[in-house]
């Protein structure tokens, strides 16, 4: 087949983010959270298909426009076997694409879009921009992040075990300003591989029709930036493909094997027994979570200032964590591998309804889902943080770090930019009296930065 691409000079023009991280950086975090993905998830080992998907990345990565190529980045292209509409690709080129993603595909175009769209993510570095923005991390900590968005599921869902109640981590589910630059990039990249950009418009109008209760996990992922289907087309036409490849005999011999194999688990079935192994390994870095006595708040405080974000006061021996996109301020002994059974954690979560009360009632039901034995013990009630209307919610909780009940207080507001940011307090409940005073004082110093 003869391929002839004219690219119009009036393209969209994109430029990557700021970004403080090096491309040598981007290449160490997305092979270690890469060999976290194998061990984790089912990548099947199937050469008709991966050979397949790694010859569109192939033609991809060779479409890649010279300003935009970083001679460090190692691409690579794997098929994971569950039945979910996703595909992600991490910092310094891994992509993994689900099985399901090549299922619903209708022509191998749509395939490319998908890999355009997230190759693009890799190209303009959005995973280390993104973390840009927050508190400094250090690669190792973002390493765990990245795999705890993976597993994840989906926005506002809590990557949490007993007490644990990080939100993981938004470093893989970009804004929609990153959003409509991947999918610009990516009708580019497609059109000079030979695609028509339209083929990656109509997959995503594919995968919005098939979205719903249970719907496809690429859409918690990558939220519409609005107008997606009809920019992208826009788009596609200063970007002429003369007889586009769409089908491909491999591509129909991909989807004929698919057909004849056993059907695809979903991430949840097939991460089920990952999740249980990891619930056995013992719980703190010191083994004492659960079971060490742990002192009393001191009536001294000391003032972290956490990054361009905020600054807040807490007790003078509680030690600072900073895990994925949160910070954790809890005495020595509460806290352990990711749990803690006293203390403060706080972060923000992208809120895409830009309302307080819809993302404060998301937030508590995702803790509750991981929580069977979480209830709510009081109404909401408004209060202030550093002058911004919040909601104070009250839970109970059984902790799997202790047996014991424990109670949780849950504050809620809004950043500037609509977010919301969230301060998490947990006691036990025969040690509330104690803490809750202890709380107040901790949350009426936060002071925002932003």
């Given at each position: 087949m003869t391929l002839s691409v004219t690219l119009v000079t009036a393209q969209t023009p994109i430029s990557p983010p700021?970004?403080?991280?090096?491309?040598?950086?981007?290449v160490e975090l997305g092979l270690d959270a890469a060999s976290q993905a194998r061990r984790q998830l089912p990548v099947m080992r199937d050469d008709s298909v991966t050979s397949y998907i790694q010859d569109v990345g192939r033609r991809l990565v060779s479409a890649i426009p010279s300003n935009l190529e970083h001679r460090e980045f190692r691409y690579t292209?794997?098929?994971?076997?569950?039945?979910?509409?996703?595909?992600?690709?991490?910092?310094?080129?891994?992509m993994f694409v689900n099985r399901g993603m090549l299922e619903a595909a209708r022509n191998e175009g749509e395939v490319a879009g998908v890999m355009a769209h997230e190759l693009s993510h890799v190209v303009?570095?959005?995973?280390?921009?993104?973390?840009?923005?927050?508190?400094?991390y250090e690669i190792g900590t973002l390493a765990g992040a990245v795999i705890g968005a993976i597993i994840g599921g989906r926005v506002g869902s809590v990557v949490a075990q007993g007490t644990q109640f990080g939100l993981g981590t938004a470093f893989l589910r970009f804004g929609r300003e990153y959003e409509r630059q991947a999918d610009l990039e990516g009708a580019q990249i497609m059109a000079r591989a030979g695609y028509d950009p339209r083929d990656m418009a109509n997959m995503f109008r594919t995968i919005e029709k098939q979205s719903g209760s249970g719907g496809p996990e690429w859409?918690?992922?990558?939220?519409?930036?609005?107008?997606r289907y009809e920019y992208i087309t826009k788009e596609a036409q200063l970007?002429?493909?003369?007889?586009?490849?769409?089908?491909?005999?491999?591509?129909?011999?991909?989807?004929?094997?698919?057909?004849?194999?056993p059907r695809a688990p979903s991430t949840e079935e097939a991460t089920?027994?990952?999740?249980?192994?990891?619930?056995?390994?013992?719980?703190?870095?010191?083994g004492r979570v659960g079971n060490a006595r742990v002192e009393r708040p001191s009536s001294r405080f000391r003032q972290y200032d956490i990054g361009d974000l905020f600054t807040i006061s807490v007790p003078s021996n509680w030690d600072q964590m900073e895990r994925s996109d949160t910070v954790t301020f809890a005495p020595?002994?509460?806290?352990?591998?990711?749990?803690?059974?006293?203390?403060?954690?706080?972060?923000?979560?992208?809120?895409?309804?830009?309302?307080?009360?819809?993302?404060?009632?998301?937030?508590?039901?995702?803790?509750?889902?991981?929580?069977?034995?979480?209830?709510?013990?009081?109404?909401?009630?408004?209060?202030?943080?550093?002058?911004?209307?919040?909601?104070?919610?009250t839970l109970s909780n059984v902790s799997d770090a202790t047996?014991?009940?424990?109670?949780?207080?849950?504050?809620?507001?809004?950043?500037?930019?609509?977010?919301?940011?969230?301060?998490?307090?947990?006691?036990?409940?025969?040690e509330s009296s104690d803490y809750n005073p202890v709380f107040q004082r901790v949350l009426g110093s936060i002071r925002f930065n932003d």
């Amino acid at each position: 087949m003869t391929l002839s691409v004219t690219l119009v000079t009036a393209q969209t023009p994109i430029s990557p983010p700021e970004n403080r991280y090096t491309p040598a950086q981007d290449v160490e975090l997305g092979l270690d959270a890469a060999s976290q993905a194998r061990r984790q998830l089912p990548v099947m080992r199937d050469d008709s298909v991966t050979s397949y998907i790694q010859d569109v990345g192939r033609r991809l990565v060779s479409a890649i426009p010279s300003n935009l190529e970083h001679r460090e980045f190692r691409y690579t292209f794997e098929v994971v076997n569950v039945r979910e509409i996703n595909a992600f690709a991490l910092p310094g080129g891994p992509m993994f694409v689900n099985r399901g993603m090549l299922e619903a595909a209708r022509n191998e175009g749509e395939v490319a879009g998908v890999m355009a769209h997230e190759l693009s993510h890799v190209v303009l570095r959005h995973g280390t921009a993104q973390a840009s923005k927050a508190t400094k991390y250090e690669i190792g900590t973002l390493a765990g992040a990245v795999i705890g968005a993976i597993i994840g599921g989906r926005v506002g869902s809590v990557v949490a075990q007993g007490t644990q109640f990080g939100l993981g981590t938004a470093f893989l589910r970009f804004g929609r300003e990153y959003e409509r630059q991947a999918d610009l990039e990516g009708a580019q990249i497609m059109a000079r591989a030979g695609y028509d950009p339209r083929d990656m418009a109509n997959m995503f109008r594919t995968i919005e029709k098939q979205s719903g209760s249970g719907g496809p996990e690429w859409l918690s992922d990558h939220p519409n930036p609005g107008n997606r289907y009809e920019y992208i087309t826009k788009e596609a036409q200063l970007l002429r493909v003369d007889n586009p490849l769409r089908d491909s005999s491999s591509f129909n011999r991909v989807k004929t094997h698919l057909k004849q194999l056993p059907r695809a688990p979903s991430t949840e079935e097939a991460t089920r027994s990952t999740r249980r192994s990891d619930d056995s390994t013992p719980r703190g870095t010191t083994g004492r979570v659960g079971n060490a006595r742990v002192e009393r708040p001191s009536s001294r405080f000391r003032q972290y200032d956490i990054g361009d974000l905020f600054t807040i006061s807490v007790p003078s021996n509680w030690d600072q964590m900073e895990r994925s996109d949160t910070v954790t301020f809890a005495p020595d002994g509460a806290y352990g591998q990711g749990t803690f059974t006293h203390g403060v954690e706080i972060g923000v979560s992208r809120n895409e309804s830009h309302s307080l009360q819809r993302a404060t009632n998301e937030l508590i039901d995702s803790l509750a889902q991981n929580n069977p034995n979480m209830r709510r013990t009081s109404n909401q009630r408004r209060v202030t943080i550093d002058g911004r209307s919040g909601v104070q919610t009250t839970l109970s909780n059984v902790s799997d770090a202790t047996g014991g009940e424990e109670t949780i207080q849950v504050v809620t507001t809004q950043t500037r930019d609509g977010d919301l940011f969230y301060a998490i307090a947990v006691a036990p409940r025969d040690e509330s009296s104690d803490y809750n005073p202890v709380f107040q004082r901790v949350l009426g110093s936060i002071r925002f930065n932003d």
